[in-house]
């Protein structure tokens, strides 16, 4: 040994810097197989989850639909026109964007649960047809040019109605939330019962309500149950309109895509048109139930008055007014949720081992 240099020089020197960045490299770095081996895994997560990020971006962009279809359920606006001068004359551009950031927040999460418990309960209703009947409704339905059957009916209902109702729990704080912000103004400022309210300039400058702040008034005042006003409604709307929305899906899609000659899981064509169909029919089914569930929400922060005169203007306005915005708004968005949904799972599929 060199009596120059110490006992523990070539331990740090030479041979021990190169072994150690390559397995730090193979740490960080997931190797093709595992990365596809999860992806496989969590094909229904992952496709739901990016095409829901994707068809909620997209919308955020074009005017905010949701945020006039709220006030046109919450006040007893002749039509859209006169609405959406309300608001740009008295909340301003911000009146517009109130209530974003609920929706992007929870709109992934309850989506990837329930596309998420809908597949696993289409799974386990078709294995039941097929341990009593002796057909799997799934495997029917995925055979070539075949046609939707009563029991692939029954199927996707049942597994869409229990995804629905799994999944109400999540979102009905989220849109409580989204609903007090959007009619925060309206509310405190009586704007409810006021003809005149659009022609005050002076309530663009009105204090209002944020996401967080809504959500502490609401414990504050109401206690932790007071975010789930309107649960039962809410409940009544998902399972019904889940139910609906993918019973639809899968029978629109399938029979599209044979009349088209073109693949289900294309991005385009079959899952577009069906995304389409299945989003508007159950809002025209249970539209009714949301706007009873919004305005009861609406007015959670209100003072007795104030709550007594949003009721009297909104009791004779049509259980359907804003319908118009929410069909063309859910048209589009599930469009793009269903094109990019199945285009990404069989991208997933046709991964290697």
């Given at each position: 040994?060199?009596?120059?240099?110490?006992?523990?020089?070539?331990?740090?020197?030479?041979?021990?810097?190169?072994?150690?960045?390559?397995?730090?490299?193979?740490?960080?770095?997931?190797?093709?197989?595992?990365?596809?081996?999860?992806?496989?895994?969590?094909?229904?997560?992952?496709?739901?989850?990016?095409?829901?990020?994707?068809?909620?971006?997209?919308?955020?962009?074009?005017?905010?639909?949701?945020?006039?279809?709220?006030?046109?359920?919450?006040?007893?606006?002749?039509?859209?026109?006169?609405?959406?001068?309300?608001?740009?004359?008295?909340?301003?551009?911000?009146?517009?964007?109130?209530?974003?950031?609920?929706?992007?927040?929870?709109?992934?999460?309850?989506?990837?649960?329930?596309?998420?418990?809908?597949?696993?309960?289409?799974?386990k209703i078709s294995a039941l047809f097929e341990r009593?009947?002796?057909?799997?409704?799934?495997?029917?339905?995925?055979?070539?040019?075949?046609?939707?059957?009563?029991?692939?009916?029954?199927?996707?209902?049942?597994?869409?109605?229990?995804?629905?109702?799994?999944?109400?729990?999540?979102?009905?704080?989220?849109?409580?939330?989204?609903?007090?912000?959007?009619?925060?103004?309206?509310?405190?400022?009586?704007?409810?019962?006021?003809?005149?309210?659009?022609?005050?300039?002076?309530?663009?400058?009105?204090?209002?309500?944020?996401?967080?702040?809504?959500?502490?008034?609401?414990?504050?005042?109401?206690?932790?149950?007071?975010?789930?006003?309107?649960?039962?409604?809410?409940?009544?709307?998902?399972?019904?309109?889940?139910?609906?929305?993918?019973?639809?899906?899968?029978?629109?899609?399938?029979?599209?895509?044979?009349?088209?000659?073109?693949?289900?899981?294309?991005?385009?064509?079959?899952?577009?048109?069906?995304?389409?169909?299945?989003?508007?029919?159950?809002?025209?089914?249970?539209?009714?139930?949301?706007?009873?569930?919004?305005?009861?929400?609406?007015?959670?922060?209100?003072?007795?008055?104030?709550?007594?005169?949003?009721?009297?203007?909104?009791?004779?306005?049509?259980?359907?007014?804003?319908?118009?915005?929410?069909?063309?708004?859910?048209?589009?968005?599930?469009?793009?949720?269903?094109?990019?949904?199945?285009?990404?799972?069989?991208?997933?599929?046709?991964?290697?081992?």
């Amino acid at each position: 040994m060199n009596p120059d240099k110490p006992s523990g020089y070539a331990r740090f020197s030479s041979q021990p810097s190169t072994n150690l960045s390559a397995p730090t490299k193979q740490n960080i770095i997931m190797d093709e197989h595992t990365r596809n081996h999860l992806l496989k895994r969590y094909e229904t997560q992952v496709a739901s989850g990016a095409s829901s990020m994707c068809a909620t971006l997209v919308l955020v962009r074009v005017p905010p639909l949701e945020n006039v279809k709220t006030r046109m359920q919450t006040h007893n606006f002749k039509n859209v026109s006169e609405c959406v001068q309300y608001l740009w004359r008295t909340e301003g551009p911000r009146g517009f964007v109130a209530g974003a950031l609920p929706p992007l927040v929870s709109v992934t999460t309850v989506r990837v649960m329930n596309f998420t418990t809908y597949n696993a309960a289409k799974q386990k209703i078709s294995a039941l047809f097929e341990r009593v009947t002796g057909v799997s409704p799934a495997k029917e339905y995925n055979k070539p040019d075949s046609s939707p059957s009563i029991k692939a009916l029954v199927t996707f209902t049942s597994a869409g109605m229990m995804a629905g109702l799994v999944t109400s729990p999540l979102a009905c704080p989220f849109e409580l939330a989204k609903n007090v912000v959007q009619t925060s103004v309206l509310v405190s400022n009586r704007a409810l019962a006021s003809p005149d309210a659009a022609r005050d300039p002076s309530l663009r400058n009105r204090p209002r309500l944020g996401t967080i702040e809504a959500i502490r008034q609401i414990v504050r005042r109401h206690g932790f149950l007071g975010l789930y006003t309107g649960f039962r409604l809410h409940a009544m709307r998902d399972t019904i309109g889940s139910g609906l929305y993918f019973s639809i899906y899968e029978t629109c899609k399938q029979e599209t895509a044979k009349r088209l000659g073109t693949d289900e899981k294309s991005p385009v064509g079959a899952p577009a048109l069906a995304g389409a169909v299945c989003s508007t029919v159950p809002w025209i089914c249970t539209y009714p139930l949301d706007t009873r569930k919004t305005r009861a929400q609406s007015v959670l922060l209100g003072k007795t008055k104030e709550v007594g005169e949003a009721s009297v203007a909104v009791a004779q306005s049509s259980m359907y007014k804003g319908v118009s915005i929410i069909l063309l708004r859910t048209g589009v968005n599930n469009m793009i949720l269903l094109s990019l949904y199945e285009y990404l799972r069989s991208k997933i599929q046709q991964l290697p081992e």
